[in-house]
């Protein structure tokens, strides 16, 4: 159930780089991304209000946890940069490419608080191919 989920996030991820790329070329790059958190902004507000759950701070966890939301403007604000230029798929492979690298790297280290995962060197072989198909996707 969960692969398929993730196979599901990785659809709607496309059809939203696709939809905030095209929008943005449109309105231009700062307006759509406000536009874009608004909406989310909305949307995170009725799925609270169909849940009926509080948004509760908690000042004992460190501050830098909040500041997620920051980096998802600055996600959408280069994906849309890049999205002008490349199309959805490249910038789709090259920031998944990012994302295995940086998750990788904080398992091996714990980084940022996370429990230690050591990398298998099993998995080597599946790093490689996604480099490999990300290279050949852009250069030809």
């Excluded at 169909?50 to 920051?70: C, D, E, H, M, R």
């Excluded at 060197?121 to 852009?138: A, C, P, R, Y």
Aim: aromatic fraction near 12%; charged fraction near 5%.
């Amino acid at each position: 159930m969960n692969n398929f989920t993730s196979v599901f996030i990785g659809a709607l991820i496309s059809i939203m780089i696709m939809f905030n790329g095209t929008l943005a070329n449109t309105l231009g790059n700062y307006s759509s991304n406000v536009i874009i958190h608004m909406v989310g902004f909305i949307s995170i507000l009725v799925i609270l209000l169909v849940n009926k759950t509080q948004v509760i701070f908690n000042g004992n966890i460190p501050f830098y946890l909040y500041s997620a939301g920051a980096i998802g403007v600055f996600t959408v604000l280069f994906t849309n940069l890049s999205f002008s230029i490349l199309g959805v798929s490249i910038p789709l492979a090259l920031g998944l490419l990012g994302q295995s690298v940086a998750s990788i790297a904080i398992d091996q280290w714990g980084l940022l608080g996370a429990k230690a995962v050591p990398f298998q060197k099993k998995k080597s072989v599946g790093l490689l191919f996604i480099i490999l198909g990300v290279i050949i996707m852009t250069l030809f």
